[in-house]
């Protein structure tokens, strides 16, 4: 085996694993602390991806679409202003969901919930359809990816833009982790996630830091698309595998466990690139079929995966 | 099902052919057979209790299947759609071995998961699929020969006709199983699967044998697919085909077969006017929200939404009273 080559393929795959990652901790978070799988997750991502674009390229109709024209600043936004803006509506949008759509059902079924976020995947993927077309937009790199703009290492190239976007996925977590042990609010983010009952008993207002959790989660799904869009073209359905590859991730990790999630990704990251490299019948094409096995061996062999909370039923 | 609505759909199905062009009626016979999709759905979820997003998936293994038995194979056609929806059935009970164990949100990821994976899938086996760009199929279903006419149009009313036959057929039938021992064991299962076992019922069996039917009735749309329009391309089996499915049978009301119904016709008369309001101009901004309406996924989403809200058990169950459920 070719080690050199390998070992390169590791590297590309590292980028992938960043991506995610994220998204893997954006389900986590909301997992974690209302039992829900966000099957939105990954449009409510490429929406604000769209924003950023619109944020990138100032008033240019064209480029823009009909929707939200009318509300494209006059100066194109530098790419990290373009992406703290969109960051910034993710959150917001993702505190709205829960608000308006998510907490109103509090005592439904599960049904219920998994229907809301279904309507939000369609009615979202549509809307980005018709405002900015379903064709493929070029979104503008956010480190520097071009050729030669890498480390060598052991006659393997490090990607610039791979290190940038590892710094990035740590800087943010090192915020999260501060975050849920510091501040007030973490610890009561904490506490909903262990039990709602049990922190409205000692007065945690159990409805909004839910929605602190669900801007935080949409907050790294933004960050997850915006990262990505450049090296997967921005379109529609661009989130779509990526979704696939993210639960796979967080399920490998604990559907309930940040840490398996950030291990999950980076799992599952390699293994989409080094599967289809070493089996000749995946191809890159399929490489999402072996993410969907993994998801479903966990699924029936350990369903609580590698970090997260084994789930005691009683009958 | 009330009668009055089953006399009414009865009396409009029976007028299409004398009133409607021959686009009409290809256009009528494909909503009718998107009753069996629909249905699929409402067996595996609304009395199986199974969430599945990925019903476009054994739509699309019907309509491979039945390509290939009707072209490859050469059989008959009334013999390739029944092997078709079959090799759906079989696909379904393989779906479904993993549901034994997996359940609620978690089968629901699982089965979207498959809505997506199954394009980049059936490009790889180009022999039964033509691969990206699809293949066209070579045998024909044209009318016997007691058929007063074999003009397009008699041809086109034939394969209607012949879709309402079959349509009808798969309701009378699901409607049976789901009055029968085990349709009984489905409920039991879906609002208390640890109180079904103890009771007798077998859970393995019962959660295969209702994933088998669900997909089969969904195969048996894909087959009739392909008498319709005899070409086969993974194109039609996005994820979101699955999903607007899915929010069809959640819309019409699960857990009763008139639910899958009305859910069809409510999608149906949406999507006309839909299309209208989008052909309307001169709105100005309001225009550009009106184009929406004709994006079905958009006003299935946004129906999903409103529907959950108002009529948490579907288009059937408004009007009724609520049971009380856990």
Redesign the interface.
């Known amino acids: 085996m070719d080690l050199v080559l390998l070992l390169q393929r590791i590297f590309d795959a590292l980028f992938n694993s960043a991506i995610y990652s994220s998204l893997a901790l954006a389900l986590v978070i909301i997992f974690r602390s209302t039992g829900l799988l966000n099957f939105a997750q990954g449009e409510m991502a490429t929406f604000t991806a769209y924003i950023a674009f619109v944020l990138l390229s100032g008033p240019q109709p064209r480029l823009t679409g009909g929707g939200l024209a009318g509300l494209v600043p006059g100066v194109p936004f530098p790419i990290p202003l373009a992406i703290i803006g969109a960051v910034v509506c993710g959150m917001v949008g993702g505190a709205v969901t829960e608000r308006a759509l998510i907490r109103p059902l509090e005592r439904a079924p599960d049904l219920a919930l998994v229907n809301i976020t279904i309507g939000v995947l369609l009615a979202t993927n549509s809307l980005m359809g018709q405002w900015w077309g379903t064709g493929p937009r070029v979104f503008p790199a956010v480190f520097p990816s071009g050729a030669g703009q890498n480390f060598t290492i052991l006659g393997a190239r490090l990607r610039y833009s791979t290190i940038g976007v590892w710094a990035v996925l740590l800087a943010v977590l090192v915020l999260l982790i501060l975050l849920l042990r510091q501040t007030r609010t973490g610890l009561a983010f904490r506490a909903v996630s262990i039990s709602h009952a049990n922190a409205e008993l000692v007065g945690v207002r159990v409805g909004t830091t839910l929605m602190y959790g669900w801007a935080l989660a949409s907050g790294f799904g933004a960050l997850a698309a915006c990262l990505s869009a450049n090296s997967v073209l921005l379109e529609p359905n661009m989130m779509l595998r990526v979704l696939v590859y993210a639960f796979a991730a967080a399920t490998l990790g604990g559907l309930d466990s940040p840490k398996g999630a950030l291990i999950g990704g980076l799992i599952i990251g390699l293994s989409q690139t080094l599967i289809p490299a070493y089996v000749p019948f995946i191809g890159f094409e399929l490489s999402v079929l072996p993410a969907l096995l993994a998801m479903v061996a966990i699924l029936l062999v350990r369903p609580a995966g590698l970090y997260g909370t084994k789930r005691i039923e009683r009958v | 099902m009330g009668l009055g609505g089953a006399a009414l759909i009865a009396v409009v199905l029976a007028v299409v052919p004398f009133v409607a062009s021959i686009t009409g009626v290809r256009q009528a016979s494909q909503i009718v057979i998107g009753v069996l999709a629909v249905l699929g759905v409402n067996v595996a ?1 609304g009395y199986g209790g199974m ?1 599945s ?1 990925g019903h476009g998936v054994f739509i699309g293994v019907g309509a491979f299947a039945t390509g290939y038995y009707v072209d490859g194979l050469a059989l008959p056609w009334l013999l390739a759609i029944a092997l078709g929806s079959a090799t759906a059935a079989l696909a379904g009970a393989l779906v479904g071995l ?1 549901a034994l ?2 359940k ?3 089968l ?3 089965t ?3 809505a ?2 199954f394009q ?2 059936s ?2 086996f180009p022999r039964f699929t033509g691969g990206v760009s699809g293949s066209g199929i070579d045998a024909e279903f044209v009318s016997p020969s007691w058929w007063p006419s074999d003009t397009r149009m008699a041809t086109a009313v034939y394969r209607y006709l012949f879709c309402i036959v079959v349509v009808g057929l798969a309701l009378w039938a699901t409607w049976n199983l789901v009055n029968s021992r085990l349709g009984r064991a489905m409920r039991a299962i879906r609002d208390n699967d ?1 109180a079904a076992a103890v009771y007798g019922v077998d859970l393995i069996s019962a959660r295969l044998q209702t994933f088998a039917v669900s997909a089969g009735l969904a195969g048996l749309c894909g087959a009739l697919q392909v008498v319709l329009v005899p070409f086969v391309s993974q194109e039609k089996f996005t ?2 085909a699955s ?2 499915i ?2 069809t049978a ?1 819309i019409g009301g699960l857990g009763t077969i008139w639910g899958s119904v009305l859910g069809v016709i409510a999608s149906t008369i949406v999507g006309k006017v839909g299309q209208a309001a989008a052909g309307a101009d001169g709105f100005g901004p309001i225009g ?1 929200f009106l ?2 309406l004709d ?4 006003v ?6 409103l ?3 108002l009529f ?1 058990r579907g288009l059937a169950g408004i009007g009724r009273r609520n049971q009380v ?1 856990s």
């Not at chain 2, 994006?295 to 958009?298: K, Q």
């Not at chain 2, 299935?300 to 939404?305: E, K, S, T």
């Open positions: 979820t969430i997003l993993p164990r997996i609620g949100i978690h629901a990821l699982v979207l998961g498959l997506i994976v980049p899938l490009k790889r640890t994820p979101q999903l607007v899915y929010a959640v550009e184009d929406l994006e079905s996924a958009f299935f989403g946004v129906g999903l939404i529907l959950t809200f948490p459920t």
